[in-house]
């Protein structure tokens, strides 16, 4: 295929690390920058990626890291707070490495009027990346399946009780690992994607009240979901490890543009882009049931 290397950024993520993972099965040289040493750095080090250590705001690191790079995945963590600033560093030194593809993980909500300043930084980065001419294909995704276990899974097993403010609107949650084989398809396979915004959900259009069914019967219990005000929801993530204040106000005006209907979107590009269709609530939930530490009622 001609490529030398591929960088995978946020590498040690839920998409990081699952993109390092798909492409070096395919026998890819991957190169993965991460913040610092640790236990999923290591990990990625014993699959066989390049393991650079990196800081997004530090012009120099980006350019180490993509020395040689023709095509790379931009994935910044939504608990920064410079978002743009990061994007066009990234931006000038891809450019002058002459990097021909960025796959760059944005957000459904991300939009010019939006009320969440890391949705409007996303719109924002999108537009920079495109002026940088260095391939861009934004991935606009949906929520994750993960988060739904991320802020469900302590009450869920404690109080049989999921606490969202989500209302009855719905959305096609995504895992994961299905953006992560999205990611993969566009970085093996990047010229025919150049210049496209994607919009990648789960298949199916769920209210928060049909997670919980399916994640009843799952489980054998009952799951009750309980329809947090919005203030309510913000006090309780001002408890969750690894919050910070900007992530919280983001959260709420997620929480708002669930209501409103901006996550009422499905699309079939898993299967388009990929091959293959994604996974289901179901099967999403069966996947992730023993990895938040709860146990499926046939276990």
């Known amino acids: 295929m001609g490529i030398e290397v591929i960088l995978v950024t946020g590498a040690t993520g839920k998409t990081g690390s699952a993109t390092v993972e798909l492409l070096l099965q395919r026998g890819l040289r991957v190169r993965a920058l991460a913040r610092k040493q640790d236990e999923r750095s290591d990990r990625l080090v014993a699959l066989g990626a390049e393991v650079l250590l990196g800081d997004f705001h530090d012009l120099a690191s980006m350019r180490s890291a993509l020395a040689g790079v023709k095509r790379a995945y931009f994935c910044y963590p939504p608990q920064g707070t410079h978002l743009v600033d990061a994007t066009t560093i990234f931006a000038i030194a891809a450019r002058d490495a002459g990097t021909e593809t960025v796959v760059n993980m944005s957000q459904i909500t ?88 994607y919009v990648i959900t789960g298949p199916e259009l769920l209210s928060i009240a049909d997670m919980t069914a399916e994640l009843s019967a799952a489980l054998g219990v009952g799951i009750e979901y ?56 179901g099967e999403s939930v069966g996947r992730l049931m023993g990895v938040f530490g709860l146990k499926c009622a046939a276990a």
């Open 110 to 197: 991300a939009r010019e009027d939006a009320p969440s300043p890391l949705s409007r930084q996303h719109w924002q980065s999108e537009r920079v990346l495109d002026w940088a001419n260095v391939g861009a294909v934004h991935i606009a995704a949906t929520f994750f399946v993960e988060n739904l276990f991320m802020f469900g899974a302590r009450t869920i097993a404690e109080q049989g009780k999921l606490y969202l403010p989500y209302g009855e609107e719905k959305h096609a949650p995504v895992s994961a690992a299905d953006l992560a084989a999205v990611i993969t398809a566009i970085l093996i396979d990047s010229e025919r994607h150049h210049g496209n915004r």
């Open 226 to 281: 309980v329809d947090l005000p919005r203030e309510s929801w913000l006090e309780v993530l001002e408890g969750v490890q690894g919050m910070t204040p900007s992530l919280i106000t983001h959260l709420g005006h997620v929480a708002d543009d669930h209501k409103n209907g901006v996550f009422h979107e499905r699309s079939d590009l898993v299967q388009g882009i990929t091959g293959a269709p994604p996974e289901s609530f």
